[in-house]
């Protein structure tokens, strides 16, 4: 069957927000040997602005949840996309009272600290970021507006007509409160009173505890400028990554940050906005292993703080093998398998399959076909969890052509349906009871395309085995978690 089905990423619904607020603490542990930094990342649900004082709201809030995971031993803390501005705007004008002018750090021969600095005394955001980093003496990693006026000259004329450019920016500061890096978004998912940056632009920063990081926002991720160069030409091995990533269930927040982290060899420090199911999913990872992670499966903002102690070099983690992390909730009665509707969709095709459970039942493979992709899913001995009842229908889902403008996509994603109709088989689903001992999944994906394996078990956990970057299938053995879906989403990239 084909199926015209919505799809949304990296936007922002208006949502009435009542914040309930959760701490929980990783491993923490500051006896810094050297090899290792301890970080937090904060899921978190801002106020919506409608005047400055929700603004301030947002960063008293950011000021608390520093303090404590400074307290907590963190050197670093990322908070989320839109964490202070949230996304209660529809024009330039309308967020123009909440830009700030941020100073290019680069271009600065004396260091910027904006804290206590008469320079700063009308822009709250950077001052107020500054002061938390210095106070709290953490490096600060948040996501604010920046307003940059312009004439076009003779060498240029990329002046929007309203004579600034207003971009999305990644800010770090240092511990000392100073301004240490400044990155532009580069690709804009439905944001009209942003500009993207007019080049992507590598941004990195050096830390006093000796880690370099890179910057991304949100659907950056997703292409080939800037991260090829922060990891080719910059060697990077840290990245800080702040999103308002909207959910889908062959591209779930925590699977693609996980997928980024192995496909790299690197650390991420990844910040989600705490909006309820739809826009939730933070952690920290180090090559594909999940050192603490979240997700939000209700419909109920949260709050919620991570910390790990973080190995510099990723490649030197001495983690086990399909580590799983035990901060998994069960939300047994609040779960929702939401239907995400946009104004955006993509016209794949949908093959769903109940899984035959009969035991001594040989591999069973499943084929879906959309433009010319042939994608080819094989299951082995699935079975139910004791005291579950019916097996759950599943989808293959493939899909070969321009992704609402952005790029051109060929994806190949099993994902099990909330309910037992296909009209349930794109819902995002936060629980599971059936088993699979193992699955593949492969395409005949065309060359130029950058592939991401995503594999979704709860709780999340490593099972890229020996997976090699590139490879257009991948195969999950000896899985030991209840089985949400497998998929290879890959992006032609220049
Ligand atoms: C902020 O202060 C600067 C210089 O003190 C001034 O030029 C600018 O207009 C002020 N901006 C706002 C929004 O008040
Ligand atoms: C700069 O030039 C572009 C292209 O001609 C034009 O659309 C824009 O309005 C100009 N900007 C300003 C500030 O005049
Ligand atoms: C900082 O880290 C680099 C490797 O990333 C290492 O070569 C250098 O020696 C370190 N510097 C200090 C002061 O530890
Ligand atoms: C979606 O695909 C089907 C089958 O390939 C085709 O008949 C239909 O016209 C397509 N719809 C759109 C909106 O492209
Ligand atoms: C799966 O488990 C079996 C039995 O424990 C073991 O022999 C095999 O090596 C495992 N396979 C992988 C890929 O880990
Ligand atoms: C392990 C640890 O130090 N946890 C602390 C984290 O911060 C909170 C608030 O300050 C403390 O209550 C915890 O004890």
Not at 118 to 128: A, D, G, V, W, Y
Not at 204 to 213: C, E, L, P
Not at 317 to 331: L, T, V
Not at 402 to 421: L, P, R
Request: glycine share 6%; hydrophobic share 35%; with cysteine.
């Amino acid at each position: 069957m084909t199926l015209k089905i919505n799809i949304i990423y990296c936007l922002f619904f208006l949502i009435t927000l009542s914040s309930a607020i959760k701490i929980s603490i990783g491993n923490n542990n500051n006896d810094d040997d050297g090899d290792y930094y301890t970080a937090s990342v904060l899921e978190f649900s801002p106020s919506l602005i409608y005047s400055e004082k929700d603004i301030i709201s947002n960063l008293k809030a950011f000021e608390y949840y520093a303090n404590l995971a400074s307290k907590n031993g963190s050197q670093i803390i990322v908070f989320p996309e839109y964490g202070i501005a949230s996304g209660n705007f529809n024009t330039r004008d309308s967020i123009l009272p909440y830009l700030e002018y941020i100073p290019d750090p680069k271009a600065s021969n004396e260091p910027i600290i904006p804290c206590r600095n008469i320079e700063f005394k009308n822009r709250t955001i950077l001052e107020t970021l500054s002061c938390i980093a210095k106070q709290n003496n953490i490096v600060v990693v948040a996501d604010m507006g920046d307003i940059q006026p312009c004439t076009n000259s003779s060498s240029t004329n990329d002046c929007p007509s309203d004579g600034r450019f207003q971009f999305n920016t990644l800010v770090a500061f240092s511990e000392a409160g100073e301004l240490i890096a400044r990155y532009h978004k580069s690709h804009l998912y439905n944001e009209p009173f942003f500009n993207p940056s007019p080049t992507p632009d590598p941004i990195t920063f050096t830390t006093s505890f000796n880690v370099t990081f890179g910057m991304l926002i949100c659907f950056d991720i997703m292409f080939g400028q800037p991260q090829t160069d922060l990891i080719q030409q910059y060697n990077i091995k840290n990245l800080v990554y702040a999103t308002e990533w909207v959910n889908v269930n062959y591209a779930y927040a925590r699977e693609i940050q996980q997928s980024w982290s192995r496909l790299n060899g690197a650390n991420i420090l990844a910040a989600n906005i705490g909006m309820a199911s739809f826009f939730s999913g933070s952690g920290i990872y180090s090559n594909g292993n999940v050192l603490n992670s979240f997700v939000n499966p209700t419909m109920k903002p949260m709050t919620q703080l991570l910390t790990a102690k973080v190995p510099k070099d990723p490649s030197q983690a001495n983690i086990a093998d399909k580590q799983q992390h035990s901060n998994h909730h069960h939300y047994q009665n609040n779960i929702v398998n939401e239907l995400i509707r946009s104004p955006t969709s993509i016209n794949l095709t949908m093959v769903p399959f109940e899984p035959n459970c009969q035991t001594d039942a040989p591999p069973i493979t499943v084929t879906a076909d959309n433009n010319g992709l042939h994608c080819q899913f094989t299951y082995s001995s699935p079975h139910m969890a004791s005291g579950a009842s019916s097996i759950p229908l599943f989808s293959l889902i493939a899909y070969s052509g321009n992704f609402n403008d952005f790029f051109n996509a060929q994806i190949c994603a099993v994902s099990i349906c909330s309910g037992s109709t296909a009209d349930t088989c794109m819902n995002n689903v936060f629980d599971s009871s059936i088993y699979f001992d193992s699955v593949s999944i492969q395409g005949n994906f065309e060359s130029g395309y950058h592939i991401a394996p995503t594999i979704t078990t709860v709780p999340i956990a490593n099972y890229f085995g020996d997976y090699k970057s590139g490879s257009n299938a991948i195969t999950v053995s000896n899985i030991t978690n209840p089985f949400l879906g497998v998929g290879l989403f890959s992006i032609e990239w220049d």
